[in-house]
């Protein structure tokens, strides 16, 4: 069993980057990020909502009126990351994208435990979680030096996207922190991700609404999905899964455990699509650099999550 939970962590983590890729299928058909995003989060949500009502789970939304209105937000990170996914993936590449999002997360965290942010208990990070750190950040630093001139773009740009994946990469802990608190209140897993992503889909539609009115982005083709192969709507399942294996492998196998392997998860299959060009990706083979940096990224993160 604990060998089925453990694989099951890992698979968690695939589906991360099997998500932004089938993503980038809904914003080629409806031509907007925004757009996608919002198709996407509706779809997670709507998978939620059904599961919740299947295990009984949706009784307890009566208390979110007790719990304090920052618990219900932990949602808004989410159309910030998928969002990134969709602008990133095709300028940097899937394993510079999740690296940059590993990054952030990390750092992000060692930042909530060591300041005792968001309820969480304060925790000194000792020697191992220093080492860790520095790996990471060795990491991430050797796969974007790799990068040379092959983003669109040119250099000018290239600093404002790695910033965008730190940042968005940096939202998911704090929104698995806010999160936390909200399932404190309200002690069903389901109930919390569903709530969760429906904050994350009102807000990114919210967006689109004021973007298209400004003709800041274009308005949704929806026509434009009976051509879209079948598995770009997979990134709605993938992040629905991802979500609800998460919270129920935390108290299973332990927050380190689970994070170390999700992320392993992530960053190896973000490194085959890259190298295969999958899910109609450009083809990245990988280098002996890249094969560094990846590993330094992998070995940073676990030593963080397991010191």
Not at 126 to 143: N, P, S
Not at 280 to 301: N, V
Request: aromatic letters at 6%; a positive charge.
């Amino acid at each position: 069993m604990e060998t089925a939970l453990l694989g099951a962590a890992l698979l968690a983590g695939c589906l991360l980057a099997v998500q932004a890729s089938a993503n980038l299928q809904l914003n080629r058909a409806v031509g907007t990020p925004y757009g996608a995003s919002t198709l996407q989060l509706g779809v997670a949500t709507g998978l939620l909502a059904v599961l919740a009502l299947a295990t009984g789970a949706l009784g307890v939304l009566a208390r979110t009126a007790d719990v304090p209105v920052w618990h219900l937000l932990g949602g808004l990170a989410s159309p910030l990351y998928i969002t990134s996914g969709i602008l990133l993936f095709p300028r940097l590449g899937a394993l510079v994208t999740a690296g940059l999002f590993v990054t952030g997360q990390m750092f992000a965290s060692l930042g909530l435990d060591s300041f005792g942010l968001l309820g969480l208990a304060r925790e000194e990070p000792d020697a191992g979680i220093v080492a860790g750190a520095l790996a990471v950040l060795a990491g991430i630093t050797v796969i974007v030096r790799g990068l040379g001139g092959g983003v669109p773009g040119g250099t000018r740009t290239r600093p404002g996207w790695l910033a965008l994946g730190l940042v968005a990469g940096a939202a998911l802990p704090v929104q698995g922190a806010v999160n936390a608190r909200l399932r404190a209140g309200l002690d069903e897993p389901l109930t919390v991700a569903a709530v969760s992503f429906t904050v994350a889909t009102l807000t990114i539609a919210a967006l689109l609404l004021v973007l298209t009115a400004t003709r800041r982005t274009p308005r949704p083709r929806l026509a434009g999905l009976r051509a879209m192969p079948w598995w770009g709507w997979l990134g709605g399942a993938c992040a629905a899964a991802y979500v609800t294996g998460t919270f129920l492998l935390l108290p299973a196998i332990g927050a380190a455990v689970t994070i170390a392997l999700t992320v392993t998860g992530q960053q190896l299959t973000s490194a085959v699509i890259d190298h295969y060009g999958l899910f109609r990706m450009p083809r990245r083979p990988m280098d002996a650099s890249r094969l560094l940096g990846l590993a330094l990224l992998l070995g940073g993160a676990v030593t963080i999550q397991l010191s």
